[in-house]
């Protein structure tokens, strides 16, 4: 635990841009439930301001600094920053090492500590609809941390894994013709890419989806994405009769392994659960 428990403890969600972020509020139902006092803020830092954010993230006896950045006993990363945060800490656990991204920092005495709970946020979720995992075959799409996490997280669970990513410049691998072949062989598609996430003028989306109807019946599709919460894959997989997941499971999950962390007391059995369906009822 990083504060006492009569200690308010000061968390945050950095990254760019990170004004919508749910992370806040969901920390907030974990400590209210426990009776434990946080303090979680959003902090917009970008992959230029992130060496002066980690010097007054640490500074744990600067009394005269006004901002919550400053002083911190932890704190949570959003894109851009789960790989650029890595430099700075001094310690990283096995999945961080394995996946290669950090999305959840513990700050102590002895400096930052990295852990990486997305992967767990994927594994959790998809056992609602999977319970065991071992020798699932799963194709995650994308290249990026929460790729990364998915990939060591379902290793562990002993599924056999296919990665494809985006960074083909000379045809578009997302297409039908490039995911219907993988995605008939597919226990389990991850959607882990910004692909149909609200961006404003920036959204991408899916260039074709009519692959989903390559899927062999019974597979479930993970969605990453939960802004919007009703994504254009989730929604012509649903049309389909496919058994798809929306990113707010993820979500809840990772955070529930995270506030662990943070605190040393798990939120309440079932809660993240709850919150989950509260997220994806509106």
């Not at 997305?118 to 071992?134: E, I």
């Not at 019946?217 to 009769?241: F, H, K, M, S, W």
Request: with cysteine; glycine share 8%.
């Amino acid at each position: 635990m990083t504060a006492a428990m009569t200690d308010k403890i000061k968390l945050a969600v950095i990254g760019s841009p990170v004004e919508h972020s749910l992370s806040p509020s969901i920390h907030a139902r974990f400590a209210k439930a426990l009776g434990i006092d946080i303090e979680y803020s959003r902090i917009d830092v970008t992959r230029d301001t992130l060496a002066d954010f980690i010097k007054r993230a640490a500074d744990t006896h600067n009394q005269n600094c006004e901002r919550v950045s400053c002083a911190l006993d932890g704190f949570n990363i959003t894109m851009p920053l789960k790989e650029a945060i890595i430099p700075y800490l001094a310690e990283l656990d096995a999945t961080a090492r394995e996946c290669a991204a950090v999305n959840t920092v513990v700050v102590r005495r002895g400096g930052l500590f990295g852990y990486n709970t997305d992967g767990a946020g994927v594994v959790r979720s998809l056992q609602t609809a999977v319970p065991d995992l071992r020798g699932k075959a799963a194709l995650i799409l994308g290249a990026g941390g929460a790729a990364k996490a998915a990939l060591a997280a379902l290793h562990n669970e002993g599924a056999a894994v296919t990665i494809l990513t985006r960074r083909d410049a000379a045809h578009d691998v997302f297409s039908a013709e490039s995911l219907a072949p993988l995605a008939t062989a597919a226990d389990i598609i991850i959607n882990a890419t910004p692909l149909g996430m609200s961006r404003g003028a920036d959204s991408v989306e899916f260039s074709d989806l009519s692959w989903l109807g390559a899927i062999k019946p019974g597979a479930v599709i993970l969605d990453a994405v939960y802004n919007p919460p009703q994504t254009r894959l989730l929604t012509r997989a649903r049309e389909l009769g496919i058994t798809a997941l929306g990113g707010f499971g993820m979500l809840a999950y990772q955070a529930q392994e995270a506030f662990t962390l943070f605190t040393g007391t798990p939120p309440p059995t079932g809660l993240a659960a709850t919150i989950w369906r509260e997220l994806e009822t509106g």
